[in-house]
């Protein structure tokens, strides 16, 4: 089984200001992807960034970045120059390649303030 | 270039009335996954299908929650005799032939189905 935590239930930044939030997870898959999803206020769900597990470099996209420890399984992403667009619900997930099966953290809602 | 289409986006029922919600995957895919999500959680697994297979339902409360995704025509999801507890958004997802999500190829959503249960 596979458990995905998300311990900061809500957050704010102001608007240029970097902010991080934090995952931590647990699986006993060897070989598995991550991923931070995000769902702004029309609900739909849209990729943020992504990691394969097996990859020590940390991945990068624009102004997202991700601290990745595996041994920690802590998956942190970071938001730099952060935008009011940037306002949104904020989910982990981690998925494994085996059962295609992806289990999302209960979510971290970021509002950005101008 | 269409994307996860689900549909409809809203859906009213009273109690002890069948909902079916519908979901057409991207062209190409041909893995669909439902996930339900409460409001202030995020998505939970519900029932992972390819054509005309159900290949993991062990997110699907056993009573009442059905899904299939035939050869031709989009996933259903029905859920019979719903009651309140059955609110929520249903999201639908899906990925591409012949595998299932992974790096290169992520989880690509629908805008869900919010049912609200009177």
């Known amino acids: 089984a596979q458990t995905v935590t998300q311990s900061q239930p809500e957050m704010s930044v102001q608007e240029a200001e970097t902010v991080t939030l934090s995952c931590t997870y647990d699986?006993?898959?060897?070989?598995?992807?991550l991923f931070w999803y995000k769902q702004p206020p029309s609900r739909q769900m849209i990729l943020v960034i992504r990691?394969?597990?097996?990859?020590?470099q940390n991945a990068t996209e624009n102004r997202f970045s991700v601290n990745f420890q595996k041994a920690a399984k802590s998956f942190s992403l970071k938001i730099s120059d952060s935008q009011l667009g940037d306002t949104a619900m904020y989910f982990c997930?981690?998925?494994?390649?085996?059962?295609?099966?992806?289990?999302f953290g209960d979510g971290t809602t970021l509002t950005v303030k101008p | 270039n269409a994307g996860v289409m689900q549909n409809p986006r809203h859906l009213v029922r009273r109690r002890g009335q069948e909902a079916r919600l519908r979901c057409s995957p991207m062209?190409?895919?041909?893995?669909v996954y439902w996930y339900r999500q409460l409001p202030e959680e995020g998505l939970k697994f519900m029932v992972y299908?390819?054509?005309?297979?159900?290949?993991?339902e062990s997110g699907m409360p056993k009573e009442r929650f059905s899904a299939e995704f035939p050869k031709e025509g989009p996933s259903i999801l029905r859920i019979q005799q719903v009651v309140r507890g059955d609110s929520a958004a249903y999201f639908c997802?899906?990925?591409?032939?012949?595998?299932?999500?992974?790096?290169?190829?992520?989880?690509?959503f629908g805008n869900g189905t919010r049912l609200t249960v009177t």
């Open positions: 997802a899906s990925s591409p032939q012949g595998r299932g999500p992974s790096y290169n190829s992520p989880l690509h």
């Open positions: 699986t006993s898959e060897n070989n598995y992807y």
């Open positions: 990691q394969e597990a097996y990859k020590q």
């Open positions: 997930v981690v998925t494994n390649t085996n059962a295609g099966k992806s289990t």
């Open positions: 062209k190409g895919h041909s893995h």
């Open positions: 299908l390819q054509k005309e297979n159900i290949i993991d």
